[in-house]
């Protein structure tokens, strides 16, 4: 029921990542009402997983592209996830999911993506323009506000300016900081996000990101410029701060 409800409601409310999550709940409801011990974990796919790290350890960019995913794996340096969005933005693509890992130097980046304007997505440009935006041969921020102005003008809906919430947490995980962003969904809503974190030279060693509805649900791993967490004060404020204009200004 919950998937056929996601599904009437549009393209954006379902996907591999939803589906994870729901068979993940119904699986814990069902060992629940079993009278099985809750005190025992249930295991989430592995990521990365052996096919990732087939790719991770092969040199150059490895773009792999398909029905409803995209995985990116290239050399590490700032602001990959940041491109890998823009470009999906500029595309018209709906970003569901999307997971990022880095080690020894390379960089791995997942998107569970859905296509609300075709039935089959050009991935060719596509892959064209993730390989010139990785190479910082594309002008992203004008592409990714031309096709907010075109959403804009299409759309019956009138553009607000989004709630956002940023939150930061630093006892979550031992090695990094990390940044919870709740707002509403639109056009580069991710681009905007990381963007404004390698503004901060801000390093995002893995990410999750949700979007439930017109809800988006992300969590960022992340350490400064010297591989710490991030902990001062006027800092972490300064970091708020752009989140939440740069997802205002982008309305």
């Known amino acids: 029921m919950t998937e056929a409800d996601s599904r009437a409601t549009g393209p954006a409310a379902w996907g591999p990542s939803k589906a994870q999550l729901i068979a ?17 974990d249930i295991e989430l796919p592995e990521f990365p997983n052996a096919d990732h790290r087939l790719l991770l350890a092969a040199s150059g960019t490895k773009v792999v592209a398909g029905q409803q995913l995209l995985t990116v794996v290239t050399d590490d340096h700032p602001g990959i996830l940041c491109k890998v969005a823009g470009v999906l933005a500029v595309h018209g693509l709906d970003v569901v999911s999307a997971s990022a890992y880095s080690a020894d130097g390379r960089a791995l980046s997942e998107f569970g993506v859905s296509d609300p304007f075709r039935v089959e997505t ?83 060693r893995s990410a999750r990101v949700q979007t439930l509805g017109n809800q988006v649900v992300d969590a960022f791993y992340v350490v400064d410029g010297r591989g710490a967490k991030i902990t001062d004060d006027e800092t972490i404020a300064e970091i708020e701060r752009a989140i939440v204009h740069a997802l205002s200004a982008s309305r």
Do not use: K, Q
């Open 24 to 40: 993940l709940l119904v699986d814990r409801v069902g060992r629940f009402m079993g009278g099985a011990d809750m005190g025992v």
């Open 122 to 204: 050009p991935w060719p440009r596509v892959e064209r323009d993730l390989v010139r935006a990785l190479e910082g041969r594309l002008a992203l921020d004008a592409r990714v506000a031309e096709r907010a102005r075109t959403y804009a003008r299409g759309s019956d809906t009138p553009w607000r300016v989004p709630t956002a919430v940023v939150r930061f947490e630093n006892d979550a995980s031992e090695a990094a900081t990390v940044i919870d962003v709740h707002t509403t969904d639109g056009v580069g809503v991710l681009y905007h996000i990381t963007r404004s974190l390698s503004d901060f030279d801000v390093d995002i």
